[in-house]
């Protein structure tokens, strides 16, 4: 299967201190690669990257093949959904209005406006009757479908998560895992997830990239990184979620 977004030596650095070493990394068309790893190891600096929110200091980032520069990302971006952990709603715009902003920008027509959030609503199982609410009037776990639905509102190539249920408590978080891994499956969606929760990488991703101080430690599945550690701070973060290193 091809890859949809390669890195090439790509590196990031905050007033002289690395917050990426030079990086190699391919996620593949159609499947979902969790970024996982302690706070501050590089996970969301990497999404940013590659939305370019922020510049590299080295090497390339290509998407479909075309290099990701200041020059190319605005059409790019309208090819990538992007979902942060609190939602990054408008406030003074309804849930409906959030969604299909970017939509109306790029100048859908009401049809295909109306057709898209009926959809959406559906997709992520997002009270219709709840589309005229402004966000302080949701639930957190609805805040996140909303931001979803906007990330989902073009029909994207790439789908970036940074954290997106970070914030919400333990049973809202679990039944939104369930809905996005179906999502993922039923839209057959390349989706690059940044968590902390090791749980939820394996439940998500097809592929785990497990970081540490601006650089990838080791890559693969659960099961790789449980049996076959690259080194002994896998084994330890590991260890440090008991739940999943003893099933």
């Known amino acids: 299967m091809s890859a949809l977004v390669q890195l090439f030596d790509v590196s990031k650095s905050y007033r002289g ?14 499947k979902s690669t969790v970024l996982i790893g302690p706070s501050g190891c590089g996970k969301s600096t990497l999404l940013r990257l590659i939305i370019h929110l922020l510049e590299p200091e080295s090497g390339r980032i290509e998407f479909d093949g075309a290099t990701i520069s200041a020059g190319s990302i605005t059409p790019l971006r309208h ?36 057709r898209r959030i009926d959809e959406l609503a559906s997709l992520t199982r997002f009270p219709p009757n709840a589309l005229s609410r402004y966000p302080v009037e949701l639930s957190g776990g609805q805040r996140q479908r909303v931001s979803l639905m906007r990330a989902l509102a073009l ?8 954290e997106p249920l970070g914030a919400l408590d333990p049973l809202v978080r679990a039944a939104l895992q369930k809905d996005l891994k179906q999502i993922f499956h039923e839209l057959e969606q390349t989706a690059i997830l940044v968590t902390h929760d090791l749980a939820e990488a394996a439940y998500l991703g097809h592929k785990l990239v497990l970081m540490n101080e601006g650089r990838v430690v080791q890559q693969g599945t659960l099961t790789d990184l449980r049996d076959r550690p690259a080194n002994e701070f896998v084994t330890e973060f590991i260890n440090a979620q008991r739940s999943l290193a003893f099933t």
Request: net charge negative; glycine share 10%.
């Open 17 to 30: 201190a690395a917050a990426l070493h030079p990086t190699d990394l391919t996620f593949e068309r159609g």
């Open 79 to 114: 090819r990538i959904g992007y979902v942060i952990q609190d939602g990054g709603l408008f406030p003074h715009l309804t849930a409906r209005d959030n969604v299909l902003l970017l939509a109306r920008h790029l100048g859908k027509s009401e049809g295909e406006l109306h």
């Open 155 to 162: 029909s994207p190539e790439l789908l970036l998560l940074d």
